[in-house]
C-alpha cells in the first residue's frame, strides 16, 4: 500500500505519547477497543502517523468486530513504512500498565486526555474564526459553533427547529395514512393505544414473576421491529442463543417450543422450521448471550448501533447484569440503580428503545391478588423512576387453572401518558396476541375523536414522585 505520509516523515515515523498507548493496547490486545471506541475516534490522533494508522485501525474492528480481529489482516492494511511505529507502541503498551485493567495510568486515561486535547483544539480554532471573520448576524455564528459542536460529538447536532419539523412531518404522515403510530408498534394495537409506539429513547421497563412470560413478551417485541426491518438486539443471561433462536423459530411458525426442541416434527413443520430460519437470517434481529457486566453491554450496543443501526434492545434481566468495579462490601440497591441509570443513558444516547426485563420481589406470591403493582420491583426504586413505561403481563391461570380471568398486560407508569391495562391472549405457542373483542368497540372523545379499542381499560392518571405532568 502506497504510504500518504512524506519522506521524511517515513523516516521519522512515531506516533505520539498518547497516541501510542492508545494504539499499541488495542493492537495488543483487540478487547480493549471497547473501552475507549466511545471516548475516542480517529480524527482526534493528530500525529501524521496516527491520523494514517486509527482510521485504519477503527474502520477494521468496527467492520469485523473485536473478536474477529486479525493481526495479518490489519498489518496488510497498513502501508509497509508504519509498521515500524505500530510494533513499537505494542511493546510499549505490553510493558507498561496500560494492559493492567486496574493499573493508573491506564488506556482509558490517555483517550481521555487526547479527546480532551483535540475538543480544547477545536473549540480554540472555532473561537478564533468567530473573532476574526464578519458574520452578517447571531444565526451564521450559531451555525458555526454547532458545526464545532457536531464534529466534537460525532453526529449532527439537531437544533429546535429539526425537531419541530420531525414531528410536524409524523403528523403529515399520520394524516396520508402512512404511519398509524408515531413509534415502534408493539404488535397489539391496543398497547399501542396507548403508548403511541415505542419511541426513541424509551426505557421500558417489564415486571413480573417466574411464568407471567416477561422473556417471551420481550423476544416477541424485538422480533416484530425486526419483521418490520427496524434492527433489535437481545441480550440474555437468562437464556443461551440457541433456545432463544427455538423461541423464535415457535413465534414465527406457532409450533411449539417443547416439540422443537424434542425434535418431534413432521416433513411440514421442518419445512415451516427451514422458512422461519431463512426469515431470521435477513430480519435484522441479533442475540448476544456472552456479555455479563453493564460495561461490555455498554460497548456492545454502541458497536450494533454503529454496525447495524439498531432502534430497540433488550436486557433479560436487569437483576442479573454486575459492574467491573463492584467491590465485595458493594450495596445491591446501589449497583442496580446505577445500572438502570447507565440503561436509560443508553437508550436515550443511541435514540434506541430500551426494554429492560425485571424480576419482581416474592412478596408478590403471599398476596390474594397475584397482581403485581410497582411496589415489587425488585431491588431498587430507580428501576421505576427512570422508566418512561412499566409494564406487568399477567396470566392469572399461571395460579389458579380453574380461573376463568383473563391474561392482561398492565401499564402501570406511562411517564408522558394515561395508564391502562390491556386484554390479551396468551395461546400457543405461548405468546401473548390480541385479545378477542368481548364489545363493540366504543367512540371516545378522549381517544381525540378516534375508536376506542374493547380490549382497553384505561385508568386514571397518578403520578410517582419526580414523575413530569402528563400533557
Known amino acids: ?3 500518504p505520509l512524506t519522506p521524511s516523515e517515513i523516516r521519522n515515523a512515531q506516533l505520539s505519547g498518547l497516541e501510542a498507548a492508545i494504539v499499541g493496547a488495542i493492537c495488543a490486545n483487540p478487547r480493549r477497543f471497547r473501552e475507549v471506541r466511545d471516548i475516542v475516534r480517529p480524527e482526534m490522533f493528530t500525529s501524521p502517523e496516527g491520523r494514517v494508522i486509527a482510521p485504519i485501525l477503527w474502520g477494521y474492528i468496527t467492520q469485523v468486530g473485536v473478536e474477529q480481529y486479525s493481526r495479518a489482516v490489519f498489518d496488510a492494511k497498513l502501508p509497509a513504512e508504519l509498521l515500524p511505529a505500530v510494533y513499537a507502541a505494542m511493546k510499549s503498551a505490553a510493558n507498561s500498565a496500560l494492559l493492567s485493567k486496574d493499573g493508573e495510568p491506564g488506556i482509558i486515561d490517555a483517550a481521555e486526555l487526547l479527546a480532551a486535547n483535540w475538543q480544547d483544539s477545536e473549540y480554540r480554532s472555532a473561537f478564533e474564526a468567530l473573532a476574526m471573520a464578519g458574520f452578517s448576524g447571531w444565526q451564521e455564528a450559531d451555525q458555526v459553533l454547532n458545526d464545532v459542536k457536531a464534529r ?9 427547529g429539526d425537531a419541530l419539523d420531525t414531528l410536524w412531518q409524523e403528523i403529515i404522515n399520520g394524516l396520508a395514512g402512512l404511519k398509524k403510530y408515531t413509534g415502534i408498534s408493539s404488535g397489539l394495537s391496543a398497547l399501542d393505544a396507548i403508548t403511541g409506539g415505542w419511541q426513541p429513547g424509551d426505557q421500558v421497563v417489564i415486571g413480573g ?16 421491529a425486526a419483521k418490520a426491518g427496524i434492527p433489535a438486539v437481545y441480550y440474555s443471561q437468562e437464556m ?26 413432521n416433513v411440514d413443520e421442518a419445512d415451516q422450521i427451514a422458512a422461519a430460519r431463512d426469515l431470521l437470517k435477513a430480519w435484522p434481529f441479533y442475540i448476544v448471550d456472552d456479555v455479563f457486566t453493564i460495561e461490555d453491554l455498554n460497548y456492545s450496543l454502541l458497536d450494533y448501533k454503529d454496525r447495524h443501526g439498531v432502534q430497540l434492545f433488550a436486557v433479560d434481566y436487569i437483576q442479573q447484569y454486575r459492574s467491573k468495579n463492584t467491590k465485595k462490601s458493594h450495596n445491591t440497591n446501589d449497583e442496580i440503580e446505577a445500572i438502570s441509570r447507565t440503561l436509560k443513558q443508553l437508550a436515550m444516547k443511541t435514540g434506541a428503545v430500551g426494554l429492560i426485563l425485571s424480576q419482581l420481589s416474592r412478596e408478590v406470591e403471599k398476596r390474594t391478588d397475584k397482581r403485581p403493582n410497582l411496589a415489587d420491583l425488585r431491588s431498587s426504586g430507580a428501576i421505576e423512576q427512570d422508566a418512561d413505561f412499566v409494564l406487568f403481563p399477567f396470566r ?10 383473563g391474561q392482561e398486560i398492565d401499564v402501570a407508569k406511562h411517564r408522558t401518558g394515561e395508564k391502562g391495562v390491556v386484554q390479551v391472549t396468551w395461546k400457543n405457542p405461548g405468546f401473548y396476541y390480541p385479545a378477542e373483542p368481548i364489545e363493540p368497540a366504543s367512540f371516545d372523545p378522549s381517544m381525540g375523536g378516534k375508536v376506542k379499542p374493547a380490549q382497553l381499560i384505561t385508568k386514571t392518571v397518578t403520578l410517582n414522585d419526580d414523575d413530569e405532568i402528563p400533557f
Open 240 to 265: 443461551n442463543r440457541a433456545s432463544l433462536y427455538r423461541t423464535a423459530f415457535a413465534w414465527i411458525t406457532g409450533i411449539a417450543v417443547m416439540q422443537i426442541k424434542g425434535l418431534d416434527l
Open 1 to 3: 500500500m502506497k504510504s
Open 152 to 160: 466534537i460529538v460525532g453526529r449532527a447536532i439537531t437544533t429546535p
Open 396 to 405: 392469572p391461570e399461571y395460579y389458579d387453572p380453574e380461573t376463568t380471568e
Open 209 to 224: 414473576r417466574p411464568g407471567m412470560g416477561k422473556t417471551r413478551f420481550a423476544l416477541a417485541q424485538c422480533l416484530e
